[in-house]
């Protein structure tokens, strides 16, 4: 990858053409300069006025439209279709709707520079929840034309904090790596991992049939193959509100769920399909009681040679 690009920033997009607006408008007022970025967007068939959307930034960002016929579940070919173009070393891996501090990009390298080894960078997003609630008022708070300011307001406010910041406030990011499953918390609404090791590991798994923790089976490939998982607080974002279905969305993540059981020989997976007794918050706690084996990732491997 012999260019001026360091990092590559893949964004899936299906019929929210004014979420990705937002995104795209953010991703224009970064640190890191505009020659050291690409964006490319896995587009699953939109129909509404993605594409002029995309078109209005052309001219300020170094912009990759990658669009394909829409089937009902093609975020992960959506997200591959980026990383496979990827010219960076890093992707950067954020959801329509994700408005970046001007300094997240540059937060997220840094993060990789400082590690001696591979690691899977999560970012922080403000205003994240799971159920869509108190849209109106997040609304009012939110200005698309200023997230650094958004973000700072935000911080001050408990209300409006990432909703995983109760398991975050746990652990330093030591105790955090050294989970036995640090990866149930790579969300993509705002990730980043080597380009190479999401090549090594087969990228998201395309065979997934419906939405909902295909971002877990990656973070788990990624865990399994010597990456590790730091949280970095510095790379703020905010999520711009809009409806969720959260009990729709746990059905869709439990049949994911069944065929990540069905494709690992883990003693972690059957954990996962007991949701919502057994969840992402406390399921460390659960393997802690039961005392299941680490997994066995690559540097075990290679010790055990």
């Not at 090594?200 to 049939?209: A, H, N, P, Q």
């Not at 790379?235 to 069905?262: C, E, G, W």
Request: glycine share 6%; with cysteine.
């Amino acid at each position: 990858m012999a260019n001026s690009r360091r990092c590559s920033v893949v964004i899936p997009t299906y019929n929210r053409a004014e979420l990705l607006g937002h995104t795209l408008e953010s991703l224009t007022r970064q640190s890191l300069a505009t020659d050291q970025f690409e964006v490319l967007i896995g587009d699953d068939g939109s129909t509404d006025h993605t594409t002029s959307v995309i078109d209005r930034y052309r001219d300020r960002l170094d912009l990759h439209h990658l669009y394909q016929e829409h089937d009902g579940v093609g975020a992960t070919r959506a997200r591959n279709a980026g990383i496979r173009r990827a010219a960076g070393e890093i992707c950067v891996m954020l959801d329509s709707g994700v408005m970046a501090h001007s300094t997240m990009l540059a937060a997220h390298l840094a993060s990789h520079d400082a590690a001696p080894g591979p690691v899977a960078v999560i970012g922080y997003v403000y205003g994240f929840d799971l159920d869509g609630g108190n849209n109106s008022e997040l609304e009012r708070l939110i200005d698309p034309l200023d997230p650094d300011g958004t973000i700072e307001r935000l911080a001050t406010r408990r209300d409006y904090s990432d909703v995983r910041e109760g398991f975050y406030l746990r652990y330093d990011n030591d105790e955090f790596a050294d989970l036995p499953a640090p990866w149930i918390m790579y969300w993509t609404c705002n990730v980043s991992a080597r380009t190479r090791q999401l090549h090594d590991v087969g990228l998201f798994d395309e065979t997934f049939r419906t939405l909902g923790g295909e971002d877990l089976d990656l973070g788990y490939r990624l865990h399994c193959d010597g990456a590790r998982f730091v949280l970095d607080r510095a790379a703020r974002s905010v999520h711009y509100p809009h409806p969720k279905d959260f009990s729709q969305n746990l059905t869709d993540a439990t049949i994911n769920y069944q065929h990540m059981n069905a494709k690992y020989r883990s003693p972690v997976m059957p954990l996962l399909l007991a949701t919502p007794t057994i969840h992402p918050f406390n399921i460390n706690d659960v393997i802690a009681v039961l005392d299941l084996p680490p997994e066995a990732t690559r540097m075990d491997r290679k010790q055990a040679r």
